[in-house]
Each structure stands twice: as C-alpha cells, then as structure tokens.
C-alpha cells in the first residue's frame, strides 16, 4: 500500500508524468483507489495505491478538514496478521548439576553394590541405563521451554551468528564482572554495525539482480515479507493519509 501526496495529476492521464506514473504503477500491479479531486484548486494529487489482491473495505472517502488546502483521505482496509508459531523443546539445564551430590547417589545406586549386579551383558546394560536415568531425574528433571518461533532474515549468515554468540557471551560475564562491560558494548556495537552491513548488501543484491525485472523483484520482496502464507484472522485497521 502506497499513499501521500504525489504531486503528478494523475487525472490527466495526457499528462507525460501522469502516463509515466501510470506505466510504472501497471507494472507492480498497483491501481489508485481515490477517484475524485483532493486539492483546493482540484487535482487527483494525493493517492491511495493498492494492489489487486489487497482489496479495501471501504471506498476511500475524500473529507476537506477546513486547514489544509489538501484534502483529508479515509479508508478501512481488512489485513491479515499471520499466527505465531511457537515451538517447544524439552532439556536437563546440565550447567546446574552438582557432582559431589551426582557421585553420592551413584555410589548408594544398585551400579555400585557388586552383590545385586546381574552377569547378563544385557541385563546389566538396562540395569545402567535406569540406574543411571533415575539418578538424573532426582537432580535435574527435566524442563520444557517454549518460545515464539521466528525465522532468521535472510541476510543473517554464520558471520551473524558467530557475532551474535560472541556478544552473548560477553553479555553473561558483564553481569558478573564491571570489567568485561566496556568490552561488551564494544563488541554489542560491532555486532550492528555488521548487521547494517549485511542488510545493505542483500538488498543491493537482490535489487541489482532483478533490475530489469521489475515483476520479479516484487515477488522476491514478497516472499520476503511473507505475502502468501497462511494467515490468521482478519483485523480491520481504519488508515488516515
């Protein structure tokens, strides 16, 4: 959706800039939805660019606010907001165990009384393995954790995520030390200035490449911002311009 004040009298479709626009408007298949004057001295100036499958609820109603020599623009337009995703995974938060107690229980378990250990190879392997799972439920049970599951940007690479991890890092040792502060805005301001970088660069890329297509380059912009996938229900969002 497309709107402001053009400046290009788009009801002059004689008009050289007005032709051009519209030309260029057809190629990204974006059509203006306001139909009447909207400046003092008349003039389609100021517009409401949509596409064909992004329908309004509302016709666009052109309101003169009685201050402005440029007409007020009111529309109701029905968008879908995608669902979250949320995902979940279960863990044992090992960075908690504590050995001396993990070494206790092991030695009051049925592994470490030869009397009760079975001469089965197999027999002794089950016998381990519960032995050893049940001890690990009495000091660490197990944990589920969910979170909101959010795909990474395109331009996020390994170079990203190294930085990113090397900033957590950092982040953890600056709560516990004054020291490592300093170091971790250092490298918390390296890490977005890297993310800056990789979002221009992908960017000029993909607008590099599809330069001379023009109907490409919108697809590709729409994949990025999600157009097509599933979606939620719909939300009427009332817009002024």
């Known amino acids: 959706m497309v709107v402001g004040d053009l400046n290009i009298r788009l009801d ?107 001469n089965d190879a197999d027999a002794l392997a089950d016998l381990y393995s519960s032995e050893l799972t049940a001890t690990v439920d009495r000091l660490l049970p197990l944990r589920t954790t969910t979170w909101r599951n959010r795909p990474s940007d395109p331009w996020f690479d390994d170079d990203c995520r190294s930085a990113k991890r090397r900033c957590r890092r950092l982040e953890r040792r600056a709560q516990k030390s004054a020291a490592a502060h300093t170091e971790w805005k250092s490298e918390l301001r390296a890490y977005r200035c890297l993310i800056g970088r990789k979002r221009v660069a992908f960017w000029k890329s993909l607008i590099t490449e599809h330069r001379s297509r023009p109907r490409q380059l919108w697809k590709s912009i729409n994949t990025l911002l999600g157009r097509g996938r599933p979606h939620g229900s719909d939300d009427d969002i009332s817009a002024e311009a």
């Open 12 to 118: 002059r479709p004689d008009n050289p800039h007005s032709r051009r626009l519209l030309e260029l408007l057809a190629t990204y298949d974006l059509s203006c939805r306001v139909s009447s004057a909207t400046h003092d001295h008349g003039g389609l100036l100021d517009v409401v660019l949509t596409r064909s499958d992004t329908p309004l609820t509302s016709t666009v109603a052109v309101i003169d606010t009685g201050f402005s020599n440029h007409r007020l623009l009111r529309w109701t337009c029905s968008l879908q907001r995608p669902p979250p995703v949320y995902a979940s995974t279960t863990y044992r938060p090992w960075g908690r165990l504590d050995v001396d107690a993990f070494r206790l229980e092991l030695q009051q378990s049925a592994l470490c009384r030869g009397e009760v250990l079975p």
